[in-house]
């Protein structure tokens, strides 16, 4: 059980009373608790079931998925366009009507990403296996194919480049390294806002369900809810509870639609 947190399945009757009597605001990650982790980032999927249990679950719960994809992408591979959708680790918000909200700070960013790809590309180039994907405000650097023996040199010469960058940051996860925008916007930060776009002025409290150590932002900084790890990405976790893997997280939903 990771980080011997109190797992959600065991506790789902009381959590279910806890959310309904709340009126609880639901927040789920992408990658590792939606669609399971692939060996290629374009391959990753949501299933039927995974989907329709999404759905159901977002009309007893206001539901937004904040993702570290972009958000078109994670738009497009969840395909249910009554949820809000936070892309790029929060700096893309996408709802219902044509919202839309876009970090102002992190747009004056993008040239730089422009003009830094084709530099980690040309230092990159003689490692077998690194590939990456342009996200509208962040940069993926994945290295889920390197031979284990060159992974930390994709770290060294990736902070290398970084260096002559202050604008930019690197942050780290699941075999991927993530270029953001070095400006203090994050997944905890998106959730908050994205609050007031949910639910109604008593309606705070959230659920956020993620996997990954850039959801501890969301777990570490929002006010007023739960964090539900899954898995165990083998850091300091900020969550309350966890649940193992994707099939605990169907079975979780599952209960939470129980009548
Ligand atoms: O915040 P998330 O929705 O969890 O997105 C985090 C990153 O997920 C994707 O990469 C990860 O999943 C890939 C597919 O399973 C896997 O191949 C890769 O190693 C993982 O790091 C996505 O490609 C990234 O853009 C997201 O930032």
Redesign the pocket.
Known sequence: MANHLPSALKNAEELKKEFRDKKALLFL?????L???????ED?AISEEMRDLVQQLSKVYPTAVV???GMKD?NQRVNLPELYYAGSHGFEISGPGNFLKENDEAQKVLPIFDKIQPILKQKLKDINGVDF?R?KFTL?I?Y?KVDENFTSEVHTRVSEVLKDYPELLKAD????I?VRPAIDWHKGKAVEFLKEQLGEKDQKFSVYI???V?DEDAFKYVDNGLGILVGDHGNKTYADYSLENIDEVKEFFQLLLKQ
């Open positions: 990650d992408f990658d590792g608790t669609a399971p982790i692939v060996e290629n980032h990753a993702s570290g994809r994670v994907e996200k993926a994945h889920r996860g699941k075999k991927v993530e993620g996997d990954d850039t």
